[in-house]
C-alpha cells in the first residue's frame, strides 16, 4: 500500500506547484501592469539628462572657484589625477591603490631620483590640466550635437532657448510656435531669471561680429568659460558681482568669507562655518590677493582662476608639497604621498610606511 500511496500523491503535489506557479504569474503581470512611476523616473532622468548636456556645468574640472564663488574641494586631486580623478575609490583593493599612485609618482618623478621637486610638480599639473581640457573639448562635440540637431554648424539663441526649455519639461512645438510668433514665454521666475543670465553668457560667448550664432568653439566657451579669455574674464566679473557689497568692483576680505550667508542653528554648523571662514581667509591671502594689499582686484581673480597660468601651477605645486613634506626638504618622497593619499586622492591608503618599498 505504502507504494501507492506515494503513486496518488504525487499528482496532488504537481498540481499544487502548478497553481502556485500560475498565482505567481498573476501577482507579477499585476505588479508589471501597476508601475506608472517608473516610466516616469525614466522620463525625469531622461530630462535631467538632457538639461546637463545643454547648460554650463556649476563645477569646472581643474580651476580653482567654482561658477558661484565656492572654493572647488577637488582642485588639488583633479590637477594631481588629471581625467582619472575618479579612479580611486574608497571600495578599491588598497594594494591596487597603492600600487596605482605610485606608479603616477614615478611619471612625475622625470629625472627617477625618488623626489618631486616643485618643477617637476609644476609639469605635471599643467599637464593634467590640459587633460581635463581635452575632456571638456571632447563632451563638447556630443553636447552641441544635441543643440545643432540640423548639422549646420551653428545655433542660434532661439534654437537653444526651445532646447533648455524642454529639458524642463515644456512642450517643444508650443514653446518653438511662441518664440516665432514672439508672443510671451509663460515660465516661473526661477526659469525666467536663469534664461537672462544664459543669455548674457550666450552674448559674451559669441565673438564679433556678433550674429547671435554659436559656433562648435563658441559654444565651448559658453559651456567651459575656463578656455576662453574674454570668457574668463565675464566668469569673474560675474563671480566678483555675487560677492562684492559695496560696489566697488573689487573684493575685501571681508567680502570673500562672507558667503554663504546664514545663521548657525547648531555645533556641527559652527564647525562648518569656521572651516569654510579658514580656508577662504587662507586661500585670499596666500593665493589670491598677489600684491598682499588686502584686496582682490578683477586681474588678480582672473590670474587666480587660469587654469593655464604657469605661475599659478607653480605657486600650486608648492603649496601641494607643503602639505605632506614631513622631512621640510621642499621634496616629496614615496612615504609621504601615499601617507597624505587623502590629499592626493581622496582616499586614505593604509599602511603606507610598510609597504612604500615593495609598490615602488
Known amino acids: 500500500l505504502w507504494p501507492t500511496a506515494m503513486v496518488f500523491r504525487q499528482p496532488s503535489f504537481?498540481?499544487?506547484?502548478?497553481?502556485?506557479?500560475?498565482?505567481?504569474?498573476?501577482?507579477?503581470?499585476?505588479?508589471?501592469?501597476?508601475?506608472?512611476a517608473n516610466r516616469s523616473s525614466a522620463r525625469e532622468r531622461a530630462a535631467n539628462r538632457e538639461e546637463n548636456e545643454i547648460l554650463p556645468p556649476d563645477h569646472l574640472n581643474g580651476v580653482k572657484l567654482e561658477m558661484d564663488g565656492h572654493l572647488n574641494k577637488d582642485f588639488?586631486?583633479?590637477?594631481?589625477?588629471?581625467?582619472?580623478?575618479?579612479?580611486?575609490?574608497?571600495?578599491?583593493?588598497?594594494?591596487?591603490?597603492?600600487?596605482k599612485l605610485m606608479v603616477i609618482f614615478s611619471k612625475v618623478d622625470v629625472n627617477t631620483d625618488r623626489r618631486i621637486s616643485a618643477k617637476e610638480m609644476q609639469r605635471w599639473i599643467m599637464e593634467k590640466t590640459a587633460e581635463h581640457f581635452q575632456e571638456a573639448v571632447k563632451e563638447n562635440k556630443m553636447h552641441f550635437r544635441a543643440v545643432d540637431p540640423d548639422g549646420?554648424?551653428?545655433?542660434?539663441?532661439?534654437?537653444?532657448?526651445?532646447?533648455?526649455?524642454?529639458?524642463k519639461g515644456h512642450n517643444e512645438k508650443e514653446v518653438a510656435d511662441a518664440i516665432r510668433n514672439h508672443e510671451e514665454l509663460?515660465?516661473?521666475?526661477?526659469?525666467?531669471?536663469?534664461?537672462?543670465?544664459?543669455?548674457?553668457?550666450?552674448?559674451?560667448?559669441?565673438?564679433?561680429?556678433?550674429?547671435?550664432?554659436?559656433?562648435?568653439?563658441?559654444?565651448?566657451?559658453?559651456?567651459?568659460?575656463?578656455?576662453?579669455?574674454?570668457?574668463?574674464?565675464?566668469?569673474?566679473?560675474?563671480?566678483?558681482?555675487d560677492l562684492d557689497q559695496d560696489?566697488?568692483?573689487?573684493?575685501?576680505?571681508?567680502?570673500?568669507?562672507?558667503?554663504?550667508?546664514?545663521?548657525?542653528?547648531?555645533?556641527?554648523?559652527?564647525?562648518?562655518?569656521?572651516?569654510?571662514?579658514?580656508?577662504?581667509?587662507?586661500?585670499?591671502?596666500?593665493?589670491?590677493?598677489?600684491?598682499?594689499?588686502?584686496?582682490?582686484?578683477?586681474?588678480?581673480?582672473e590670474n587666480y582662476?587660469?587654469?593655464?597660468?604657469?605661475?599659478?601651477?607653480?605657486?600650486e605645486a608648492k603649496q601641494?608639497?607643503?602639505?605632506a613634506d614631513e622631512n621640510q626638504n621642499h621634496h616629496l618622497e614615496p612615504e609621504e604621498v601615499l601617507k597624505?593619499?587623502?590629499?592626493?586622492?581622496?582616499s586614505k591608503l593604509v599602511d603606507y610606511a610598510r609597504n612604500v618599498h615593495e609598490e615602488f
Not at 498540481?15 to 501577482?27: K, N, P, R, S
Not at 539663441?157 to 526651445?162: A, I, L, S
Not at 515660465?187 to 525666467?192: H, I, K, N
Request: charged share 30%; net charge negative.
Open 14 to 36: 504537481c498540481g499544487l506547484a502548478a497553481h502556485c506557479l500560475w498565482l505567481l504569474g498573476v501577482v507579477l503581470l499585476m505588479d508589471a501592469s501597476a508601475r506608472p
Open 76 to 99: 588639488h586631486q583633479e590637477v594631481f589625477l588629471g581625467k582619472d580623478v575618479d579612479g580611486f575609490d574608497e571600495d578599491a583593493e588598497p594594494r591596487r591603490s597603492r600600487r
Open 152 to 167: 549646420d554648424g551653428h545655433v542660434s539663441w532661439d534654437e537653444y532657448k526651445v532646447k533648455f526649455l524642454v529639458s
Open 186 to 241: 509663460k515660465v516661473d521666475e526661477e526659469t525666467q531669471e536663469v534664461l537672462e543670465n544664459l543669455r548674457d553668457r550666450w552674448y559674451q560667448a559669441d565673438n564679433p561680429p556678433a550674429d547671435l550664432l554659436l559656433t562648435e568653439d563658441e559654444f565651448l566657451s559658453f559651456l567651459h568659460p575656463e578656455h576662453s579669455r574674454g570668457m574668463l574674464k565675464f566668469m569673474v566679473k560675474e563671480i566678483i558681482r
Open 247 to 301: 560696489g566697488d568692483k573689487q573684493l575685501s576680505l571681508a567680502e570673500f568669507i562672507s558667503l554663504p550667508v546664514g545663521t548657525v542653528e547648531n555645533q556641527q554648523g559652527q564647525d562648518i562655518d569656521d572651516s569654510w571662514v579658514k580656508d577662504r581667509k587662507k586661500e585670499f591671502e596666500e593665493l589670491i590677493d598677489s600684491n598682499h594689499d588686502g584686496i582682490v582686484t578683477m586681474e588678480e581673480l
Open 305 to 315: 582662476m587660469d587654469p593655464m597660468n604657469e605661475y599659478n601651477a607653480l605657486n
Open 320 to 323: 601641494m608639497i607643503a602639505i
Open 340 to 346: 597624505y593619499s587623502e590629499f592626493f586622492t581622496g
